[in-house]
C-alpha cells in the first residue's frame, strides 16, 4: 500500500553513478515534506542516509546525495563500490488518511 | 551512543497478542518520539505509528487502529508495542525507530523482532 513509488531495481557497474526516483503525489511530496532515505544492508535494520532531502548524517560518504522537485524525489550513489549493494528505502509525511509517515516501495541497488 | 535494544524473536498463534519491547539508551528517552515500523517478508517497510515518552500520546496508522497499543516505562527508558488479534499476515520484523527532532527522520533503528504468526 506504498504511497511513493520507487524503481524495484537498479544496477551498475563499479564507479558508476546510479539514480533512484522516488515519486509521490500532492499530498506528500508535492506538499513539501521533506524526503529522508534509508539504506538497509541484507539481513540488518534500516539506516538512515539522507534527512531533509539532501542533508548526510554524520559518517555517511558524500557519494551519497539527494534531491527533490515537485512531486519526486532522487537519490544519487556516484562511484558505486561493492558495500553499496543493498535496498534504498525514500520515506515522508503524507496528509491524506492513507497514513501519516509513508514510504517508498524500495529499491535494490546492484553492483556488477 | 545511542542505542535501542529490541526483545527476541517471538511465534503466536493466530487470533494471539505479541508484545515486542525496546530499550533506549544514550540519551534522554522522554525527549524524543518513538515510532514502531514493520517489514514482513520480503517486503518494503510500512509504519505503524508513534508514541511521545514524555506525554505518552499516541498516533496510530489507520490499518492498524483498534488492534495496536503503544505504550512507555520512562522509568526504565522502554517503549512497548502490543499488537492484538494476530493474523498469519501479521508475520515481519518489527522495528523501533527514533524520531529525530531536525527534520523528523527516523535516525536511529532498533535492530527488530522477528514475529512469526503460525498454527
Known amino acids: 500500500q506504498s504511497v511513493l513509488t520507487q524503481p524495484p531495481s537498479v544496477s551498475g557497474a563499479p564507479g558508476q553513478r546510479v539514480t533512484i526516483s522516488c515519486t509521490g503525489s500532492?499530498?506528500?511530496?508535492?506538499?513539501?515534506?521533506?524526503v529522508h532515505w534509508y539504506q538497509q544492508l541484507p539481513g540488518t535494520a534500516p539506516k538512515l542516509l539522507i534527512y531533509?532531502?539532501?542533508n548526510r548524517p554524520s559518517g555517511v560518504p558524500d557519494r551519497f546525495s539527494g534531491s527533490k522537485s515537485g512531486t519526486s524525489a532522487s537519490l544519487a550513489i556516484t562511484g558505486l563500490q561493492a558495500e553499496d549493494e543493498a535496498d534504498y528505502y525514500c520515506?515522508?509525511?503524507?496528509?491524506?488518511?492513507?497514513?501519516?509517515?509513508?514510504f517508498g516501495t524500495g529499491t535494490k541497488v546492484t553492483v556488477l | 551512543q545511542v542505542q535501542l535494544v529490541q526483545s527476541g524473536a517471538e511465534v503466536k498463534k493466530p487470533g494471539a497478542s505479541v508484545k515486542v519491547s525496546c530499550k533506549a539508551s544514550?540519551?534522554?528517552?522522554?525527549?524524543?518520539?518513538m515510532h514502531w515500523v514493520r517489514q514482513a517478508p520480503g517486503q518494503g517497510l510500512e509504519w505503524m505509528g508513534w508514541?511521545?515518552?514524555?506525554?505518552?500520546?499516541?498516533n496510530y496508522a489507520q490499518r492498524f487502529q483498534g488492534r495496536v497499543t503503544m505504550t512507555r516505562d520512562t522509568s526504565i527508558s522502554t517503549a512497548y508495542m502490543e499488537l492484538r488479534r494476530l493474523r498469519s499476515d501479521d508475520t515481519a520484523v518489527y522495528y523501533c525507530?527514533?524520531?529525530?527532532?531536525?527534520?523528523?527522520?527516523?535516525?536511529?533503528w532498533g535492530q527488530g523482532t522477528l514475529v512469526t504468526v503460525s498454527s
Open positions: 531533509g532531502n539532501n
Open positions: 544514550g540519551y534522554t528517552f522522554t525527549g524524543y518520539y
Open positions: 525507530a527514533r524520531g529525530s527532532d531536525r527534520y523528523g527522520e527516523f535516525d536511529y
Open positions: 500532492s499530498s506528500n511530496i508535492g506538499a513539501h515534506y521533506d
Open positions: 520515506q515522508s509525511y503524507d496528509s491524506s488518511l492513507s497514513g501519516f509517515y509513508v
Open positions: 508514541i511521545n515518552p514524555n506525554s505518552g500520546g499516541t
